[in-house]
């Protein structure tokens, strides 16, 4: 990996940022080694090692890959003594080896990943206090590094609660999770959003570089869901036959549905006469039908729109609505300030979804509900760069995903670190995956 770095390439600048970013930088990578550890705690060997979906790697590839990663930037990219090997790397290099194909690699086992993955940590400590906190250079600029390590640690976290929701193998019990707040008042269904211009992007010190360069564009009036779609609300399109009539779907995802025999999202159990159960994390209950729906791919969500006499909203739209349509900058919908448990469901400490209305404090400027936090949102885009887009600092990142391939999703899941959602952090994925944490809202031309 170190030698695909594109020296020099989209710099990332302060934004205005304190310099003093090495205090951040710590407990972020605390926070989500924690939250890795917790995850993990008390799972038998066998099923650390197992693969449990041919989607997702055995859980102990991602414990020493996260590891590895760690090592190459926060130790050898700065200057440190490395612990591994190049050929120890490409056991956990995700570029060489598909997710399919993992468990049949010479890994690690369970106890030699975990105290691997704590001697690197143990080192970077170490080497974090004897690093300037003014440099220049690009990967410490703001702390950029860190910040891009703490990230990816974060997003591992999310693939593995992905990976434990697909466990068929055990019941898996999660660990305390945190009580939801009871919801307020649902919101009205549409809200307005004027057309103008919109600010795309960021120039923060820890965004990735396919947030970059922020820019200014133009987007037409146009109305949003106030709120993601629920399960209550996708329910009546199941049992309207939406998923056997061919007039809702794209070709491709007509073709797909029809190859896997779907007709519900995943984890959804029909159990006959309008009654639903839902399988998450092991334990079977009543599907909620006041939560933001999940599981859905971008094909189910594009279906459901057409139905409804909607669309989804292109990325530039949904960031128009999280700015919020006064002008003023915001990193988050509510402002500047970073997300709290009052602001969005995050973190991955309710293990799941909240009912609409649940955050108040987390409204947009325009009146929008929950633009952060409880499931990421499928976008009706392609992931292209923007105008401008230099790879940092590895093509890898971002730049060998850009096409028509993949489609954008916004906003963050409740699995997803507050470190790693902002207005302009953009995800990306194929658009017929359903396992991860995605719903969607629907937009509409103004008439």
Known sequence: MMSRIAEGQGVPRQGGEPRAWKTRAWAELETSRARVLGMLAGLPEAELLRQHSSLMSPLVWDVAHVANYEEQWLLRALGAPAFTDAAFDAIYDAFQHPRATRSELSLLKPEAAFAYAARVREAVREHLDSLPEDSPEPLLAGGYVFGMVAQH??????????????????????????????PGAVPLAEVFIPGGPVRLGSDGAWAYDNERPAF????????????????GDYLVFVESGGYEDPRWWHPKGWDFVQAQGLRHPQFWLPQGGHVWLRRRFGVVEPLPKDEPVQHVCWYEADAYARWAGKRLPTEAEWEKAARGSDGTPREHPWGDA?????HANLGGGTWGPAPVGSYPAGVSADGVWGLLGDVWEWTASDFRPYAGFRAFPYREYSEVFFGEDYKVLRGGAWASAPVAVRNGFRNWDFPIRRHIFAGFRCARDVR
Request: hydrophobic share 35%.
């Open 153 to 182: 640690e974060q997003q591992h976290a999310e693939t593995l609660a992905a990976t434990l929701q697909l466990m068929t193998s055990l019941e898996y019990r999660v660990p305390s999770p945190r009580p939801r707040p009871r």
């Open 216 to 231: 200014v564009t133009e987007v037409g009036p146009f109305l949003l869901d106030a709120h993601p779609v629920t399960n």
């Open 338 to 342: 970073a997300p709290t448990e009052a």
